[in-house]
């Protein structure tokens, strides 16, 4: 894109803090409510997902907390009364109140799908081979370019095409199965090169969380926000203001992902699941605090597994 073209957006997402959150029965499904009182003026009081940067690592948290045996019903509640829902659209009630409504179930599944790709981003950016592993299946297959009549392969599931070299009689290609037992499972392929390793999953990675990330970025509505004139004795012009604005929280939280993504610079601490930019490509902790937490962390583990 030529230098002309390019813009710097504003992204904005206002959500309403809801004033109460049950979880009810419905027809057999089990819902949650999250209530907002009628507001005394005309607007209600909206807090910027983009303003909050915690809005992840919570999420991240809260699933982990119900992973090792928390309970699930009053984590979400807990975590809903704090950010709201992460679907759906404010309805008005029979008691005049407005209320959004989204099922347990969907609420947990994209709660787990995010949590998954925080942590693979995380594992990504933080260079961390051994835990992408953990998600990540490689099945190595050898070509042997003379019986191939092109010089490349097209693999249709995952849509990629991989060029090799005419000089190459024998390639190799890994095959990558992402979360193949989670329903956003997928396939990626790349020339397999073992000196190139971490790069080769990292690539995969990314690959793999941009796709997902997509289906949820493009819902956001590019407007102006502003229409302004500027005058001054020499010039006079007008210019606006664009903003891409994202109706649901779980949109939005994607479309910070994908902030994220777009300058790699930032590694996520893996004390409190917030982005840094480390000033060394060694340092794995945001600050002091959470180095800290870490050693004692570790320090427990070894004194729990030594009794
Ligand atoms: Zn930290």
């Known amino acids: 894109m030529h230098k002309t073209f390019s813009f710097p957006i504003h ?10 959150v049950e979880v009810r029965n419905v027809n057999g499904e089990v819902v949650i409510f999250a209530s907002i ?9 909206a807090y910027d997902v983009f303003d909050k940067v915690e809005i992840i690592p919570s999420l991240v948290k809260m699933v982990e907390k119900i992973k090792n045996g928390g309970n699930k019903k009053k984590e979400i509640k807990k975590w809903v009364k704090e950010w709201g829902l992460l679907k759906g659209s404010l309805t008005k009630n029979e008691f005049d109140q407005y209320e959004m409504r989204q099922s347990i179930d969907s609420f947990w599944r994209e709660a787990e799908k995010l949590y998954d790709l925080w942590n693979l981003h995380k594992h990504t950016v933080n260079r961390d081979l051994e835990s ?52 956003y499972k997928a396939k990626e392929i790349a020339i397999w090169d073992e000196s190139e390793e971490l790069v080769t999953y990292q690539y995969i990675c990314m ?6 990330i997509e289906e949820h970025v493009s819902k956001g509505i590019l407007r102006h926000y502003w229409l302004k004139r500027d005058s001054y004795q020499e010039k006079d012009y007008f210019k606006i203001e664009p903003i891409l604005t994202f109706n649901n929280l779980l ?26 930019t480390p000033e060394r ?8 605090t959470c180095y800290l937490t870490a050693k004692s962390r570790r320090y427990r583990a070894r004194k729990n597994a030594a009794m």
């Open 251 to 276: 949109d939005a939280l994607y479309m910070q992902l994908f902030i994220l993504m777009t300058e790699n610079e930032k590694k996520i601490c893996p004390v409190c699941e917030h982005p840094f």
């Open 132 to 183: 992408i592993k953990k998600h990540v299946q490689k099945k190595e297959k050898i070509y042997d370019s003379h019986t191939l009549n092109t010089d490349f392969i097209h693999d249709e599931e995952s849509g990629t095409y991989l060029f090799f070299s005419e000089s190459e009689s024998k390639v190799k290609v890994a095959e990558f199965f992402l979360f193949s037992n989670k329903d």
């Open 37 to 45: 009182n009628p507001p005394d003026s005309h607007a209600f009081e």
């Open 281 to 288: 490509k060694d340092k794995k902790y945001c600050s002091e």
């Open 11 to 20: 992204c904005e997402s206002p959500q309403v803090k809801p004033d109460s």
């Open 207 to 212: 690959h793999y969380i941009l796709n997902q």
